[in-house]
């Protein structure tokens, strides 16, 4: 995976975890933005809004 995509160990790593137990990653690094895995913390922030109506 870090090859292929080109992320750092560090990235890749949290990127695995995210996917491999279900969760998102929330993150402002715009190279793991990309993925689906992953949401910024302004997303985060829209849904906890959204489900807190």
């Keep these: 995976m870090l090859a292929r995509e080109n992320l750092t160990f560090y990235d890749a790593s949290y990127l695995i975890a995210a996917k491999k137990y279900g969760i998102k990653l929330v993150t402002e690094d715009r190279d793991l933005l990309r993925f689906s895995e992953c949401m910024s ?8 809004k959204k489900a807190g109506d």
């Design 41 to 48: 913390v302004e997303d985060l922030i829209r849904e906890l």
